[in-house]
């Protein structure tokens, strides 16, 4: 039967009080147990893993690991004829108002070089549930919310479920044949690709499926690449199912891959970064100021950089930062997100250090390098 909700959306009533949770919900230890609502954790420095039991009131735990998380208890049962309980995930980019640490993401359509990710599930008998692999899309860079377009691709089905819509046809992706379903939720558009049997593992281009919707007239190369997300939604049962393996990577135009941990290759984009100083015994103030040196404006930034080992930041003004220490990623806020050719734009931030003052060597606006 069609689903009305989809796991992370809590549509309709759900939606005001899983924002709040969404948003107020703390980091977890690696390694750890999360019985949390929508209690959340950092792994690898780079991806956030997130219990997300948005559809019941029932105990739903996961234990996460160094590269993905087990459900280790899912109580909750829902109608085959209704919506998952919940959407147990580990995801790059943004979801609702937490981003990752360093993404790149939100990052225009047209100014991905290519997106790729590599996953292998683990499952279970006598479950209903699906190994649901989703990617999220919006006309503007949004960080917070749910965004317009949702591509869904089903690794495994187990019971009476299927996607929402309809099925509008096959297609060829990746070397692999997939039933399409096409439809809508109320909050989101859906396009769903649906393997004709259960696949395991596999490294793929994330661009590619983007390319297909495209296509197909539901996105076009403005949208923006908000997340990259992959988990299970379970109606019954699910204790077992497991990501025990996620890694995805989105490179710009530029060269420069989300969460960068060194210089990329290539030239620089069409900005520059000036990042000033003023220090003490045990902290600092640091103004960065970023400058369009393009000839084309910039509608919407983000500028990623890695702070030198031993700085934490403390505050912030100007930009919303995600990230306190190592990768950081500033991102404007309503009134300075527009960039005109020749023109800059400032922020700033407070940190402690540990004896080491250095400045980032790299920075990245919209997934490029800039000069510094």
Not at 166 to 181: L, M
Not at 216 to 234: C, D, K, M, V
Not at 338 to 351: C, E, L, V
Request: hydrophobic residues 35%; neutral net charge; charged residues 5%.
């Amino acid at each position: 039967m069609r689903r009305l909700l989809h796991a992370g959306l809590a549509a309709g009533l759900l939606a005001t009080a899983a924002l709040a949770a969404l948003v107020t919900a703390g980091p977890a230890a690696a390694d750890a147990e999360i019985c949390e609502q929508y209690g959340t954790a950092t792994i690898g420095g780079r991806y956030v893993v997130m219990n997300n039991r948005w559809g019941t009131s029932a105990q739903q735990c996961i234990n996460v690991t160094s590269t993905g998380f087990a459900i280790t208890s899912q109580q909750g049962v829902g109608s085959t004829s209704g919506p998952p309980v919940s959407y147990p995930a580990v995801y790059l980019g943004c979801h609702y108002s937490r981003c990752s640490p360093g993404t790149n993401l939100p990052i225009r359509v047209s100014d991905i070089a290519n997106a790729t990710s590599s996953i292998n599930y683990q499952y279970v008998s006598g479950a209903t549930y699906n190994a649901s692999y989703d990617i999220w899309l919006d006309p503007a860079p949004k960080t917070d919310g749910v965004s317009q377009q949702e591509i869904m691709i089903w690794f495994n089905r187990q019971g009476s479920i299927q996607p929402i819509g309809s099925v509008v046809g096959n297609a060829t992706i990746g070397g692999r044949t997939w039933q399409v379903w096409q439809g809508s939720n109320g909050a989101n558009a859906v396009v769903s690709y649906v393997a004709p049997s259960a696949i395991t593992s596999w490294s793929f281009s994330v661009l590619d499926f983007i390319r297909d919707v495209q296509n197909r007239g539901a996105i076009t190369s403005g949208w923006y690449l908000t997340s990259i997300q992959a988990g299970f939604e379970p109606w019954i049962g699910g204790a077992g199912l497991a990501v025990t393996d996620f890694s995805a990577q989105v490179n710009g135009n530029g060269g420069t891959p989300s969460n960068p941990t060194t210089p990329p290759p290539g030239g620089t984009a069409s900005c520059r970064v000036t990042y000033a100083t003023n220090t003490w015994n045990t902290g600092f103030t640091a103004n960065v100021t970023v400058a369009n040196t393009g000839s084309t404006p910039v509608n919407g930034w983000q500028l990623a950089f890695t702070l030198p080992s031993g700085q934490s930041i403390t505050s912030s003004w100007n930009a919303a930062l995600t990230g306190s220490s190592g990768a950081v990623t500033a991102r404007n806020i309503t009134w300075n997100g527009t960039i005109p050719p020749g023109g800059s734009t400032s922020f700033g931030f407070q940190a402690n250090h540990t004896g080491s003052t250095a400045s980032p060597s790299v920075f990245t606006l919209n997934g490029a390098r800039c000069a510094v």
